[in-house]
């Protein structure tokens, strides 16, 4: 198992739960904070539909190492999330290989890229959408 692999998670919001997601976000942007992982990126707030998600979210950018901290920051939240690793497969990274945290939103996946080609991996650490 590479613990350097990378890997994105999607944090989903709704206008109701804008604030919470926009809490977290800042959250997970400060350095030095206790129990706060390192992150590669921490995109902003996407208030409309983009790629394949249909709804409004942000993504964040993490290794495989910091799993075991970035879940339970996740899970605590209370927002629907999708994580999943950055392979050449963008497909499978965002159904088979995905982990839903709360209930699973169909996406749109006809927007993903083809095997071979995940335009995820150039971006990472660098920006989102």
């Known amino acids: 198992m590479n613990q350097n692999a990378p890997y994105h998670a999607h944090i989903y919001y ?17 350095t030095g904070e206790p129990g706060t992982p390192t ?6 707030l996407r208030d409309h539909p983009v790629g394949p998600h249909p709804e409004p979210q942000f993504e964040i950018h993490f290794l495989k190492a910091a799993l075991p901290v970035v879940l339970p920051i996740l899970i605590a939240s ?3 999330v999708l ?3 950055l392979t050449d497969d963008d497909l499978a990274d965002h159904t088979t290989l995905g982990t839903w945290i709360g209930e699973p939103l169909a996406l749109d996946l006809t927007t993903l ?12 650490g660098k920006t989102d959408f």
Do not use: C, K, S
């Not at 992150?39 to 902003?44: I, K, M, P, R, Y």
């Not at 890229?113 to 990472?124: E, H």
């Open 14 to 30: 709704t206008a109701a739960t804008r604030d919470l997601a926009a809490d977290l976000g800042d959250r997970l942007r400060g």
């Open 39 to 44: 992150l590669a990126f921490v995109g902003e």
């Open 78 to 80: 209370g927002l629907r």
């Open 83 to 85: 994580v999943h690793p």
């Open 113 to 124: 890229d083809p095997p071979g080609a995940n335009q995820g991996i150039p971006r990472f």
